[in-house]
């Protein structure tokens, strides 16, 4: 198992960073992307995203069941990219996202801490740094932001490189 954790803020480069190291790589690259799309503006970005990867990569799009989907693609040859993390936990605890029934965040968390560590193969996670502003207004906000702080912590643990991107820039944090 190589699990590469990719932290940074909106538009800091971490995803075309994943990108580059998935190309580099050598592997097949199978692209789980974990948003659903909610209106026209992050269509657009979503849009961006599809256009700037390779056509012989595979897309899936998974917005949940994420250990699950990791297990069915994970491969020795095969380098699997998640982008990203932070959208997977919005579309988890958020009430407007409306989860299928039976989706629970902990045990979705649960599942991908004990899944990661099994995994053949390559597997980049990308995730949004959220904890170097201020605590946030509103409850369902700051249970967002401690929740994602709390994911990246514990993959972080267990990952053995973890590396920060600001401004396009990576910095190796682990590994």
């Not at 580099?24 to 789980?32: A, D, L």
């Not at 932001?145 to 401004?167: M, S």
Request: proline share 6%; charged share 20%.
């Amino acid at each position: 198992m190589s699990t590469h954790l990719i932290l940074g803020g909106a538009r800091s480069g971490k995803s075309l960073h994943a990108e580059k190291l998935a190309e580099q790589s050598g592997k097949t690259v199978i692209y789980i992307a974990t948003a659903q799309v909610y209106d026209s503006e992050f269509g657009e970005r979503v849009t961006h995203h599809r256009e700037r990867r390779p056509a012989h990569w595979q897309t899936v799009e998974k917005p949940f069941g994420l250990a699950a989907t990791l297990r069915e693609h994970a491969a020795t040859d095969r380098c699997l990219i998640v982008d990203c993390l932070t959208l997977w936990l919005a579309q988890c605890i958020c009430p407007d996202c409306a989860p299928p029934e039976g989706v629970d965040w902990q045990q979705e968390r649960q599942a991908l801490l004990e899944t990661l560590p099994t995994l053949p193969g390559e597997v980049l996670l990308v995730s949004n740094e959220v904890g170097m502003g201020i605590v946030p207004l509103g409850e369902i906000n700051r249970q967002f932001q401690n929740e994602q702080g709390r994911l990246n912590q514990a993959i972080a643990a267990i990952a053995p490189r973890v590396t920060f991107v600001a401004a396009g820039l990576p910095l190796t944090l682990k590994g």
